[in-house]
């Protein structure tokens, strides 16, 4: 059995800096961090000047985001976001939808993580809704539903109906039949591999090949199955949304190539930035909440050791903070961390439990 011990070693939780009192970032700063290539703008991602502004003609091979859930949770009240009912969320959503259409590259994916809540003993339908919008009214195709499974097993609770959830769905959308696809990226080494041979038979629906071609002799690589498995992070500070860099990353390397944009509009914490950055990708974002803002400044100069500069005023985010009188503590450097939390196993992305001493671990299939 081949294995990378270094995924064996239980690694910190990473931290993420609590969310300021007093943001230095003000509402319309776009930040350029790391040699001025990852964009971070403090707007609204409804906003089509604002994306226009981020963007400045590039295009997005994956956008991958987790927006507000319907009336769920809480966000920064400062940012003057509002709730949005879920009788109202398609409608509220188009623009959303409407601003990454427009920069989404022909052959790109955009990746939508978004569970509906239960409502008197019944999951309401508004993510149902807001799925079927995007293929019957907004032109979008609809490639896969990938199901984010949480290795912690999801929150403990007790409902008269219904289990616990200890699991996300994550929709895949695209603009055109033929986008960016490199599943070897992802693949894990095994000892009985499909032959992915033009001559196996296909499926009736075209959609590709079946599983019941030759098989490859020896070992080789096997695509892995649309189920992704990682914990939900809990050390997001008070962001009230546990996304795992788990999820943008096999995103970000099953559909994207070294040097692709990767956007998400909703930034949040900056785990998709951090991601993309991290993986030889440029990553740009908005936020509404200037004090997420600041932490997303925070966690990425942090992760890639760098600086930020505010752009028109080539200051870095240290001197902006000096001339409008916001004090700033520098947090502990997490380059190691966050480096380090994107962990392999026989070279590929490795999402599954830590080992424990004394455990075997399977031979992967």
């Not at 001025?36 to 403090?42: D, P």
């Not at 109906?161 to 769905?169: L, M």
């Not at 009736?204 to 019941?212: A, E, I």
Request: with cysteine; net charge negative; charged share 25%.
């Amino acid at each position: 059995m081949l294995r990378d011990d270094s995924a064996d070693a239980e690694e910190p939780e990473e931290e993420i800096p609590e969310a300021p009192a007093v943001p230095v970032t003000q509402p319309g700063d776009l930040w350029l961090i790391g040699d001025q290539k990852h964009r971070l703008l403090c707007a609204d991602c409804r906003d089509p000047v604002a994306v226009a502004r981020l963007f400045e003609g590039s295009k997005a091979a994956v956008i991958v985001t987790s927006p507000p859930y319907a009336t769920q949770r809480e966000y920064d009240p400062a940012s003057g976001f509002q709730p949005v009912k879920p009788e109202d969320y398609t409608d509220w959503y188009r623009a959303v939808a409407d601003n990454i259409a427009s920069v989404l590259a022909p052959d790109g994916s955009y990746f939508l993580n978004i569970k509906e809540h239960a409502e008197e003993g019944q999951r309401h339908l508004y993510v149902k809704d807001l799925t079927l919008a995007h293929v019957r009214q907004w032109g979008w195709r609809f490639v896969d539903e990938l199901c984010w499974r949480k290795t912690d097993n999801g929150v403990p609770g007790g409902w008269q109906n219904r289990f616990k959830n200890a699991w996300e769905p994550i929709f895949h959308f695209c603009r055109q039949p033929q986008i960016k696809f490199r599943a070897e990226a992802v693949s894990h080494a095994s000892e009985d591999v499909f032959g992915y041979s033009p001559d196996n038979p296909k499926s009736r629906s075209g959609s590709g090949l079946l599983g019941c071609g030759p098989r490859a002799e020896g070992e080789g690589l096997a695509r892995p199955s649309n189920v992704i498995e990682a914990k939900a992070e809990g050390g997001q500070g008070t962001h009230s949304v546990p996304f795992p860099k788990a999820i943008p990353e096999f995103c970000i390397r099953a559909f994207s190539d070294p040097g692709d944009v990767i956007a998400d509009p909703f930034l949040g914490s900056g785990t998709v930035l951090v991601a993309a950055a991290l993986l030889d990708r440029i990553g740009y974002g908005t936020e509404l909440s200037p004090a997420y803002c600041d932490v997303v400044v925070r966690r990425v100069t942090a992760a890639l050791d760098c600086t930020a500069v505010l752009a028109g005023a080539n200051q870095t985010f240290e001197e902006v903070a000096a001339e409008r009188g916001v004090p700033v503590d520098p947090p502990a450097s997490r380059h190691t961390t966050d480096a380090r939390s994107i962990r392999h196993k026989n070279g590929m992305p490795y999402y599954g439990p830590r080992k424990r001493k004394g455990e075997p671990q399977p031979c992967p299939r």
